[in-house]
């Protein structure tokens, strides 16, 4: 029973269990059922939003791109259109160079004919040619080189006879520009040292004790003074100056017996004609004296004899006489040592360079009293008095009035520069004599072509070397005259300068 009891209780409770368990799932499949339609309801919600939102997209993305391609569209018409202008032009620049080409193809054609023609009538004309010479040899009876030749000949007679002409022409025309130079440069030398030498060299200054002496020298009615200047020739003038007068005149010894005379008068103090006429005689025979020693001084001192005694009294002149502040004797005297020590060097005869060169000024004793240069008076006076032929020569070459002849007439012109223009010589002080040297330089090296430049023989030759590719023969002629002008207007000096413009033209090879 019991056991009834139990399986009856464990059957209902199984049954009951079921009953739950089936409501259980009954439940569970309803609450299943709701969640799937609710799922289903909102993903057909999702789908239908999500279908929207593509729809949208697309459509604004479809709108982008027609619009896109609008723009685009347009783009290209405009690209299309300038391309067709493009080619538009292109088929008309075509046309033109093909009618250009015609055009061409045409001339070319023609030019063919032309150079065709031209070649038939050349060879035409050199036919004719040939024929006319062979007609031409035939009427002359001579040949085309002969002919030739005869030709040349006439030709170079009458270049020849041109080249005279104007060599005759281009002569005269120096010999007239040579005067006119001539002139320019005495004149430019009487101004520029006329002042100093007439303040220096034509007066003297006699000192008095006092002033009262100037009365006395007056004299009565100006007596004295008449007497004094009628008996020397020299002009007394008495001005305001103290203690002094001043003795003016071109002669250097009568000037010089003026002064001496008037000292005498002064120191004596008896001042009449008489006395005058008998001091002045007196001073006169005492310079004449003075004058013969001082001669016979020079040529003792030199070392030559047998002078005739009419040139020994004209060399004691010289004493006298001054040219640009140097005394003429002291100069002579240089001269002579000069060309003597120049002429032992050369092993030639000293004692005749001596001679010529104590002579060589010997005309500016008398120049003041006849006309005429210096060298070429003092050639006659040499020749007057006896002196040789070669010596004659060389006084009258010295300035290169005459033609230098012999080494001798070198040497005395040579002695003549070296005395008359170093350093001192005729008062011109060191400084500006460089300086004159270096002005020369400049001027010449400011000059287009000038290599170099050398101012020689103390200034009086200046020499130019030039650059042969820059300056050619025919304008070397004429940078020479431009430099003398330019040396004629800008610089200050004694004398003359010679310009001398050189141009070398050198040819190197080596031999290997």
Do not use: W
């Amino acid at each position: 029973m019991l056991l009834l009891g139990l399986s009856a209780g464990a059957t209902a409770g199984f049954f009951l269990r079921k009953k739950l368990v089936e409501g259980e799932q009954a439940d569970i499949e309803n609450q299943r059922r709701l969640i799937i339609e609710n799922a289903i309801h909102e993903a057909e919600q999702i789908k239908k939003e999500t279908l929207l939102q593509v729809k949208e997209e697309i459509y604004q993305a479809k709108k982008e791109a027609e619009q896109e391609v609008r723009t685009s569209r347009k783009e290209i018409e405009n690209e299309q259109r300038r391309l067709e202008r493009k080619l538009d032009k292109v088929h008309e620049e075509l046309s033109e160079l093909k009618d250009k080409e015609t055009a061409l193809t045409t001339k070319s054609k023609k030019l063919a004919e032309q150079e065709q023609s031209v070649e038939k009538r050349e060879q035409e004309a050199e036919a004719l040619i040939i024929e006319q010479r062979q007609k031409l040899e035939q009427i002359s009876g001579t040949s085309c080189e002969e002919a030739k030749k005869l030709l040349i000949d006439s030709m170079e007679s009458e270049a020849r006879m041109d080249a005279a002409k104007r060599l005759t022409k281009i002569e005269n025309e120096l010999k007239l520009e040579a005067d006119r130079k001539s002139k320019n440069i005495l004149a430019l030398a009487i101004a520029r040292y006329a002042g100093d030498y007439v303040a220096d060299k034509s007066v003297s200054m006699v000192p008095l004790p006092n002033d009262e002496m100037k009365g006395r020298i007056i004299g009565r009615e100006g007596r004295n003074i008449r007497a004094i200047e009628a008996a020397t020739g020299i002009d007394i003038i008495i001005d305001d100056t103290p203690e002094a007068v001043i003795l003016s005149g071109f002669n250097p010894i009568r000037r010089e017996v003026a002064r001496q005379a008037l000292l005498q008068l002064i120191s004596d103090g008896r001042i009449h004609p008489a006395r005058i006429e008998e001091v002045v005689a007196k001073v006169t025979d005492e310079l004449d004296v003075e004058i013969k020693e001082a001669g016979e001084k020079a040529t003792f001192d030199v070392g030559v004899h047998g002078i005739h005694v009419d040139l020994v009294n004209l060399i004691g002149r010289l004493k006298y006489r001054s040219s640009y502040g140097q005394n003429i004797l002291q100069h002579s005297l240089e001269v002579a040592f000069l060309c003597g020590i120049m002429a032992a060097e050369l092993g030639l005869d000293v004692r005749k360079a001596k001679r010529a060169g104590l002579l060589h000024d010997i005309g500016k004793a008398v120049d003041h009293e006849v006309e005429g240069s210096h060298a070429i008076i003092g050639r006659d006076l040499a020749k007057k008095y006896g002196e040789r032929e070669d010596i004659v020569y060389a006084i009258g070459a010295h300035h290169e009035e005459m033609s230098p002849q012999s080494v001798l007439d070198i040497l005395v012109q040579a002695a003549d520069a070296l005395s008359g223009a170093r350093p001192g010589a005729r008062k011109e002080m060191l400084q500006s004599y460089v300086k004159r040297l270096e002005d020369l330089e400049n001027i010449a090296n400011a000059f287009p072509g000038v290599d170099k430049s050398y101012a020689v023989q103390a200034g009086r030759d200046l020499r130019i070397i030039v650059d042969s590719h820059k300056v050619k023969d025919d304008e070397a002629t004429l940078m020479s005259r431009d430099i003398a002008k330019a040396i004629e207007d800008q610089l200050t000096y004694p004398g003359q300068i010679r310009v001398t413009v050189i141009r070398e033209t050198r040819a190197v090879e080596y031999a290997k």
